[in-house]
């Protein structure tokens, strides 16, 4: 053994045990620094997954809600607590007001259906809503030719 293993063996500190010390405690905060940075980037991969992509292919989605209503709008955030759904619109069915003039009413009658944009409504919603997840049934994309997407576009002309 040369003097400065035997100086270290001891317990006794020299230089050259001081230095290979450092040497591994660099080391070790490489890793650590290297570490670091991959949870931070795969944090940062997650948070964006779920709060940035929508996951859906089309432009447009209907979002199928456990109380029996439908909204279709743009899905802006999703991840398993909530879904964000902006530039929303939902269907609405309108009854006839008049009754036929025999005076009887009619058990099966027709309604007519309408697409709503949110917003008109009496209490002034901003058109940007959070559905909490355990509320929804299920999600689609709608197809750029649908009837939906055609009234949508045809609101949106108009306006």
Known sequence: MDKETQAT???VLTAGSIKS???HSGSRGSISTFLLAIVAIATVALWYSQNW???FDKEWQAVFLSNGQVYFGKISKNNRSEIKLKEIYYLQVTQPLQQPEDGTTQTNQQGELSLVKLGSELHGPTDEMTI???????VEDIKDDSNVVQAINNYKAGQ
């Open 53 to 55: 992509l929508s996951g």
């Open 21 to 23: 010390h450092k040497v």
């Open 132 to 138: 909490n997840r355990n509320h929804v049934l299920f």
């Open 9 to 11: 063996s001891s317990g």
